[in-house]
């Protein structure tokens, strides 16, 4: 079976970084668009970053110019480089896996980052 594993996530100052790491730790499959997301507490679960197999990148306005997507094909794996962290990153971060085709999906489990003083 496919299934995704998340870790990086923790507590962090403002200003501080954090790199989250989502790697397939399943069954082989051709991926697409590998993507991050968060959910806060009150807030609906919205896209952060997603990036596709050829490595464009596309970014939630709040996060432009402090976070990196990346993503190693061969490994399955997806990081989320984080920066410049401030209070609203709090959330739980979901990594998800996209097929080719677009027609199915799958997600992590989450992890949680705190930003916070």
């Known amino acids: 079976q496919v299934q995704l594993v998340e870790s990086g996530g923790g507590l962090v100052q403002p200003g501080g970084s954090l790199r989250l790491s989502c790697e397939n730790s399943?069954?082989?499959?051709?991926?697409?668009?590998m993507g991050w997301y968060r959910q806060a507490p009150g807030n609906e679960r919205e896209l952060v970053a997603v990036v596709n197999p050829g490595g464009l990148t596309r970014y939630a306005d709040s996060v432009k110019g402090r976070f990196i997507i990346s993503r190693d094909n061969a490994k399955d794996l997806v990081f989320l480089q984080m920066n410049s962290l401030k209070p609203e990153d709090t959330a739980v971060y979901y990594c998800?896996?996209?097929?080719?085709?677009?027609?199915?999906?799958?997600w992590g489990q989450g992890t949680r980052v705190t930003v916070s003083s």
């Open positions: 998800n896996f996209k097929n080719l085709r677009g027609t199915a999906q799958i």
């Open positions: 399943g069954t082989r499959f051709h991926v697409g668009d």
